[in-house]
C-alpha cells in the first residue's frame, strides 16, 4: 500500500487514506512500513508513482482542461498497465489510497462527460478497493460512459458479470426495474463470447435466467464448446432449468446443422417431436441412416411415417434400421474379427483344473441344480453366436439326439430355463431362432413349452419386426390352463415389446390382472411384462390395473416374495419420469400397510431412477438409517433406490458407494443384503477395484443371502468384461463352496456373466459416452436385482428364468465402421480412456493412453475412440456401436 504523502491532497485525503490503508493491511505500525516501502520501489515506480498522484491533484482542479487531460492520462495509465497473474497492475496498486479522494469529488462534480470519464476509472478502481458486498464497480460502471468494457481488461469483466448476479438477484426480490443491467449482461455475453470464456457467458446468463441470449452470441468456431459445456452442466442443475439448458443446446445444434448431436439430446428429454423434425430438417440420406443407427442402439420404438421420410423404398431401409435387424449380423462380423466364433461349454469357463484341492470334481452335488446353471452359463457364453455345445449340437442318427438329451438333464421347471435358453444363444436372430425353436413347441412337456415361449420372446429382444411374430405366436399361449405356459408367454410378450407400448399386448395382458383365477405367479408376471412394454409412459391404464391387481391381493398373498413384483411393475410405467409419480404414489399410500412403503419406495427409486436427484438420495439413505423389526421388506428397494437415481453421473456414483459401505457397517441384515446389489448396478459392466474388493470381502459374509447377492453383484461388475481377476475369485469361491448347492449355484452363475457373449457385450444401460440411458436396458436389471433381493424363493427356486431379464440390457460393446452402402470397413481408430475436456482452453486430448486399432473394436467401459485417418469422415461424433463413415473430398493421398 503506498503511503500517503502530506502533499498529495490535503488533511482530508490524509485522513481518509490512512484509514483505507489500515483497512487493507493490519500492520504493526504503518510509519515504519511506509518508509520501508518508498525505498523498495525502483526509480520508475517511483515516477510513475508521482505522475499519478499528481494527476490525482489535477482531477481536483477548477480547470475543466487540465481535468480532461488528467483524466484521460490516468485512463491511459490504467489501460496499459499489464499485470502478472499474481500481482496487481502498478496504476492501481498506486491509485489505491486516493481512491476515497477521487469518491468525494466524484460526488461534488456537475453532470458531464468528465463526470463519466471519472466514473469508469472509479468502476476500475473499485476491481480492489471497493468493501466486500458493495459492488461499486457495478455501481460506477451503470453511471459511466458506455464505452467498451473489455477494454479494461478480463479480471475487469469477471468481476462485473459476479457483481450483476448479485444485483440482478437483490433486484429480483425488489421487484426492480432490470433493463440497465441486461445491456450490460450482453456487451458481456458478447466479450466473453469472442475471447473463447464460454462458460462464463453460460454462467452469467444462467444467474440472470436468460439463456436464449446465447443462441444470438455462437458462432460456428465456438458452439460445440458452448454445448458441451451447457449439457454437462445440466447433469448439476435443479429441474426444470437442467431441461430448459438441454433445450437451448439442442436449439444451438440445431442452427449449426449438428444433427446427430441434436439427435442425442432429443433422446435425453424423450422428445419424439425432436426426433421428427430432424428427420424433417435433414435430407442427407447417409446421415439420416446414421440416426437410425442411434435410434436403434437407444432401443426406442419409432416409426417413421410419409411426412418425415417421402420415398417408400428408402422409408422401409430407414426402419429396418430403427428396427435392429442389422445388429445380429455386426456383433457376428465383430465376433469373427476378433476369432471367437468357437463355441464355449461350461467346463471352459469353469476352469476346474486350475482349482487346486476339493471341489475341484464338483459334479457330485445336486446333480439337477448343477445342470441348470450350466444351462445358463452356456446361455450367457454363447449369447448371440447362434451355436454352442449343449443346445444346438446337430442332432445324431439315434432318435432324439444330443440337443434334447440336454433338455431333459433339467428337472421340470429347469427344463423351461434350459428351452429358453436357445433363444438366448440366436438373440437377435429371430429368423434361424423361430425356425430352431419351433420343436419345442410340439412338446408334451408343459415346461418345454414355456420355455419355447419365453425363447421366442428372448430372441426378439431388442429387436423388432415387421412380421411381429411374437405376438402371432405367443398371444395363444396366454390364456393357457397351465400356469407356467402362461408365464412363459407373458415373459415372453414383456421381452419382445418391452418399451413399444404395443396396444396389443395390452389387451392381451391385461384381462390377466383382473381374473379371480389367476394364481399369484402369473399376476406378478403380468405386471412386469406390462411395467416394461409401457416402461416409462406413465400409461394411466395400466397403472389402474395393476394398483386393483394390487388392492385385491389377500394379506397372505402380499407376504409372497413374487408379491413385490406388483410394485415394480407400477414403477416401471413411470421410469425416470420424475413428479409424472405423484399421484400413483399417493394412491399407494392406501394399500395394506404389509407393502404399502415397499411400494412407496419402489415407485420413488424407478421414477428417479438415472436422474441424478440429490434430495431423493438422501430420502433414501433417511429410510435406510431407521433400525426396524423383522419381516419389513422396504428398505431393500429403498438401498437400489440410492444406486438407481445415483448411477447418473460419476461424481454422485462415487458419493453413493462410499454411503453404501457406510450402510454396510451399521445397517440391519435386510440393508446389508441389498448393499451388493446396488454396489453391482453402480459399477454394472465395469469392474472398479475398490469395488470389487468389497464385494470379494462380501462373498465370504456370515449371512448366506449376503454372500450370495454378492457373488451375483461380481457378475454384474464384470459382466462381459472377461475380467481375469474376478474370474479367479470366482474359481477360489466355486471351490470354497462345493458342498453349498444354492452359493454354488450363485458362482457359476457369476462366472456366465462375467464371460458374457465371449466378452463382447456390456450389461451398461448407458450408451453414447454415458449421456445417454437406455430405459429398456435398466428395466430390466431393475427386475433382475429385485429379484435377487429374496435369492432364496425367486431365483433359487422355481422362478431362476427371471435372469432372462438381464437380455434386456444386453448390447454389444463394438465400434463397428461402416460404408455408405452399411458394409463393414475396417480403419485405424485411436481407443483410450476418455478425458474430460469442459471448458478447457484450448483444443485439449479427449483421449489419454490410447492404442490404435482397426475396427470393429471392443470398447471398455470409460474408453472413447476417435479415427485415426483424414481419410474418411464419422457421421456421428461419438464413436460407439454402428457409425457411419463417408470419404473425405478434401483428403488428399501421401504417395
Known amino acids: 500500500m503506498a503511503p500517503a504523502e502530506p502533499n498529495s491532497g490535503g488533511s482530508a485525503s490524509g485522513g481518509a487514506t490512512r484509514d483505507q ?10 510509519k515504519k512500513k511506509d518508509e520501508k516501502k518508498d525505498e523498495d520501489l525502483s526509480e520508475e515506480d517511483l515516477a510513475l508513482k508521482q505522475q499519478l498522484e499528481l494527476y490525482v491533484e489535477r482531477v481536483q482542479d477548477s480547470d475543466p482542461g487540465l481535468q480532461k487531460v488528467a483524466l484521460e492520462s490516468m485512463r491511459q495509465e490504467i489501460r496499459t498497465a499489464t499485470s502478472s497473474m499474481t500481482s496487481v497492475p502498478k496504476p492501481l496498486k498506486f491509485l489505491r489510497p486516493h481512491y476515497g479522494t477521487l469518491q468525494t469529488h466524484y460526488e461534488k462534480m456537475e453532470d458531464s462527460d468528465l463526470k463519466k470519464l471519472l466514473a469508469d476509472i472509479l468502476s476500475v478502481l473499485a476491481l480492489t478497493m471497493s468493501p466486500e458486498g458493495e459492488r461499486e464497480s457495478l455501481k460506477y460502471r451503470l453511471l459511466g460512459s458506455d464505452g467498451d468494457i473489455g477494454s479494461w481488461g478480463h479480471e475487469y469483466v469477471r468481476n462485473l458479470a459476479g457483481e450483476i448476479a448479485q444485483e440482478y438477484a437483490k433486484r429480483q426480490s425488489e421487484e426492480a426495474q432490470i433493463d440497465d443491467l441486461m445491456e450490460l449482461v450482453v456487451q458481456i455475453v458478447a466479450f466473453h463470447m469472442k475471447h473463447n470464456a ?3 457467458a453460460v454462467d452469467l446468463l444462467m444467474e440472470v435466467e436468460d439463456l436464449d441470449l446465447l443462441v ?3 458462432d460456428s468456431a465456438n458452439y460445440k464448446r458452448t454445448c458441451l459445456y451447457l449439457t454437462s452442466s445440466a447433469k448439476y442443475l435443479p429441474g426444470p432449468d437442467d431441461m430448459l439448458v438441454l433445450d437451448i443446446a439442442h436449439s444451438i445444434y440445431m442452427k449449426f446443422e449438428e444433427y446427430p448431436r441434436a439427435l442425442q439430446i432429443a433422446l435425453y428429454l ?3 417431436q425432436y426426433v421428427k423434425q430432424l428427420f424433417q430438417c435433414c435430407n442427407d440420406p447417409l446421415m439420416r441412416r446414421q440416426f437410425c443407427f442411434i435410434l436403434a442402439r437407444h432401443g426406442v420404438t419409432f416409426e417413421l411415417y410419409e411426412d418425415m421420410c417421402a420415398e417408400d423404398e428408402e422409408r422401409e431401409a430407414l426402419q429396418e434400421i430403427i428396427n435392429n435387424t442389422k445388429l445380429n449380423e455386426g456383433y457376428l462380423t465383430l465376433a469373427r474379427d476378433i476369432e471367437v ?22 459334479g457330485t ?24 455345445k449343449l443346445m444346438t449340437v446337430p442332432s445324431e442318427a439315434s432318435s432324439g439326439g444330443a440337443s434334447t438329451s440336454w433338455l431333459f438333464k433339467n428337472k421340470e421347471h429347469g427344463k423351461a430355463s434350459a428351452a429358453a435358453s436357445l433363444g438366448m444363444i440366436l438373440l437377435w436372430d429371430v429368423d434361424a431362432g423361430l425356425a430352431q425353436l419351433d420343436k419345442y413347441f410340439h412338446s408334451t412337456d408343459t415346461h418345454v413349452i414355456a420355455g419355447a415361449l419365453l425363447g421366442v420372446g428372448i430372441v426378439n429382444c431388442n429387436v423388432q419386426n415387421e412380421c411381429d411374430p411374437a405376438l402371432a405366436l405367443l398371444a395363444d399361449y396366454v390364456d393357457k390352463e397351465d400356469s407356467s405356459i402362461k408365464i412363459g408367454a407373458i415373459m415372453g410378450l414383456g421381452l419382445a415389446y418391452a418399451g413399444s407400448q404395443n396396444e396389443h399386448v395390452r389387451r392381451a395382458l391385461m384381462p390377466l390382472l383382473g381374473d379371480g383365477k389367476s394364481s399369484l405367479d402369473v399376476i406378478a408376471f403380468t405386471a412386469i411384462s406390462l411395467g416394461l412394454v409401457y416402461t416409462g409412459s406413465c400409461n394411466e391404464e395400466v397403472a389402474q390395473a395393476i394398483i386393483f391387481a394390487l388392492m385385491d391381493r389377500s394379506e397372505s398373498e402380499l407376504g409372497d416374495p413374487l408379491a413385490r413384483f406388483l410394485p415394480l411393475g407400477l414403477g416401471l410405467l413411470y421410469l425416470g419420469k420424475e413428479e409424472s409419480v405423484e399421484a400413483t404414489a399417493e394412491v399407494s399410500k392406501t394399500f395394506n400397510e404389509k407393502i404399502r412403503k415397499h411400494c412407496d419406495m419402489t415407485l420413488l427409486s424407478c ?23 423383522k419381516g419389513e421388506t422396504y428398505q431393500g428397494p429403498a438401498v437400489l433406490g440410492i444406486a438407481m437415481v445415483a448411477m447418473a453421473e460419476e461424481l454422485g456414483l462415487e458419493m453413493a458407494i462410499r454411503s453404501l459401505e457406510h450402510l454396510l457397517q451399521y445397517g440391519e441384515q435386510n440393508i446389508r443384503r441389498a448393499v451388493p446389489l446396488a454396489l453391482g448396478l453402480l459399477c454394472i459392466s465395469n469392474p472398479k477395484v475398490n469395488v470389487m474388493d468389497t464385494l470379494s470381502r462380501l462373498s465370504h459374509d456370515a449371512d448366506a443371502e449376503v454372500a450370495m447377492a454378492a457373488i451375483i453383484s461380481l457378475g454384474l461388475i464384470g459382466a462381459g468384461t472377461n475380467n481375469a481377476r474376478i474370474a479367479g475369485m470366482l474359481r477360489n469361491l466355486s471351490s470354497y463352496y462345493y458342498k453349498d448347492a444354492s452359493l454354488l449355484f450363485c458362482v457359476r452363475i457369476a462366472q456366465g456373466l462375467v464371460h458374457l457373449g465371449k466378452g463382447l457385450l456390456t450389461l451398461s444401460p448407458y450408451h453414447s459416452e454415458r449421456f445417454l440411458l437406455s430405459p429398456t436396458a435398466l428395466a430390466g436389471l431393475v427386475i433382475l436385482l429385485h429379484a435377487c433381493l429374496d435369492m432364496k424363493a425367486i431365483i433359487l427356486g422355481k422362478y431362476h428364468y427371471v435372469l432372462y431379464f438381464l437380455v434386456l440390457a444386453m448390447q454389444p460393446r463394438m465400434l ?24 478447457q482452453a484450448g483444443r485439449p486430448k479427449t483421449i489419454t493412453g490410447f492404442q490404435t486399432h482397426s475396427t470393429p473394436v471392443l470398447l471398455s467401459a470409460g474408453d472413447r475412440a476417435e479415427l485415426a485417418t483424414e481419410k474418411y469422415i464419422p457421421l456421428s461424433p461419438i464413436l460407439e456401436g454402428f457409425v457411419i463413415l463417408k470419404e473425405n473430398p478434401e483428403y488428399k493421398d501421401d504417395n
Do not use: W
Not at 446353471?373 to 451355436?387: K, R, S
Not at 434430495?615 to 438409517?625: D, E, R, T
Open 21 to 30: 490503508t489500515s483497512v487493507k493491511v493490519p500492520s504493526k505500525d504503518p
Open 198 to 200: 464460454e462458460p462464463e
Open 216 to 218: 444470438e452470441h455462437v
Open 270 to 272: 424423450h422428445n419424439l
Open 341 to 362: 466364433m468357437e463355441p464355449k461349454s461350461p467346463e471352459d469357463i469353469y476352469k476346474a483344473h486350475l482349482i487346486d484341492g476339493r471341489g475341484s470334481g464338483g
Open 365 to 388: 452335488v445336486d446333480s439337477a441344480r448343477q445342470n441348470l446353471a450350466a444351462t445358463f452359463v452356456n446361455a450367457f457364453v454363447n449369447a448371440g453366436f447362434g451355436q454352442d
Open 607 to 629: 421414477a428417479y431412477a438415472g436422474t441424478g436427484n440429490v434430495l431423493k438420495v438422501q430420502h433414501f439413505l433417511g429410510q435406510c438409517a431407521q433400525h426396524l423389526e
Open 816 to 839: 463397428m465402421t461402416v460404408d455408405e452402402n452399411l458394409k463393414p470397413l475396417s480403419v485405424p481408430v485411436r481407443v483410450g480412456q476418455a478425458v474430460d475436456v469442459v471448458g
